[in-house]
Structure formats: C-alpha cells, structure tokens
C-alpha cells in the first residue's frame, strides 16, 4: 500500500515540475541509513517517508506526521 501511495505521490510531484528520486521501487526493505545516503547523495531538499500506522483498538483514528 506505501509504495502505489508514493509512487501516485512521486507522479504528482513529478507532473509539476520537481526532481523526484524514489528510494526504492519495489518491495525491497532498505535500512534507514541507507535511505538517507541517498537523500544525501542526491542533495535532497526534501525527504518524504510514507507510512501506514495501525492500532490495536478497532475505534482508532487520525494521522501521525
């Protein structure tokens, strides 16, 4: 679900002119590490990370930033 969620998110951005570089674009877990020497190698000015929470409690709801 994260990554059709970036890649949608990657496609927008794209289509307004930004540079976009995706971390990855498959399934494959990279360490955090990782992730940011390539917003670092890429001089970045802006690193998003897309995730999906959940919670225990079927009556949860909101967002985390």
């Known amino acids: 679900m994260n990554l059709l969620v970036?890649?949608?998110v990657?496609?927008?951005l794209?289509?307004?002119g930004a540079r976009v570089v995706m971390v990855r674009e498959d399934d494959t877990f990279l360490e955090l590490?990782?992730?940011a020497?390539?917003?670092n190698r890429s001089a970045a000015h802006?690193?998003?990370s897309?995730?999906?929470d959940s919670a225990a409690n079927p009556a949860?709801?909101?967002f985390s930033v």
């Open 33 to 35: 590490e990782d992730r």
């Open 60 to 62: 949860a709801r909101g």
């Open 6 to 8: 970036a890649r949608r």
């Open 10 to 12: 990657a496609k927008h």
């Open 14 to 16: 794209a289509s307004r």
């Open 50 to 52: 897309i995730h999906a």
């Open 46 to 48: 802006l690193f998003a």
């Open 37 to 39: 020497a390539l917003a």
